[in-house]
């Protein structure tokens, strides 16, 4: 049974980091695309990253270059995203989410992946 797991979540001060990581079971990595959604209250879900099942191809939300950092261990079947520089509106539930294939071409539409983790609680308060 596929299965995605995120964890790191919490309350950080803005300008902090936090480290969001998303464990797969029940995936070959080789085979599947992972990005990042996150939902604010009251807003849409939103992409905030992607990479390809290589790790060799990224994608970020305009909103989060320069300070976030997708990056993936296939052979722990693990995707991590590194946040950095946080900001207030930052705070939303993030979720791992899993795709078939290869590179990012549905991100960043959430409709296009069929696998979601539950989600973390990301808040960035003073």
């Known amino acids: 049974q596929s299965q995605l797991v995120e964890s790191g979540g919490g309350l950080v001060q803005p300008g902090g980091s936090l480290r969001l990581s998303c464990a797969a079971s029940?995936?070959?990595?080789?085979?599947?695309?992972m990005a990042w959604f996150r939902q604010a209250p009251g807003k849409e879900r939103e992409g905030v990253s992607c990479i390809s099942s290589s790790g060799e191809s990224t994608d970020y939300a305009d909103s989060v270059k320069g300070r976030f950092t997708i990056s993936r261990d296939n052979a722990k079947n693990t995707v991590y995203l590194q946040m950095n520089s946080l900001k207030p509106e930052d705070t939303a539930v993030y979720y791992c989410a899993a795709e078939s294939g290869f590179l990012c071409s549905v991100y960043p539409f959430a409709d296009g992946y069929p696998y979601w983790g539950q989600g973390t609680q990301v808040t960035v308060s003073s």
């Open positions: 029940g995936f070959t990595p080789d085979y599947y695309v």
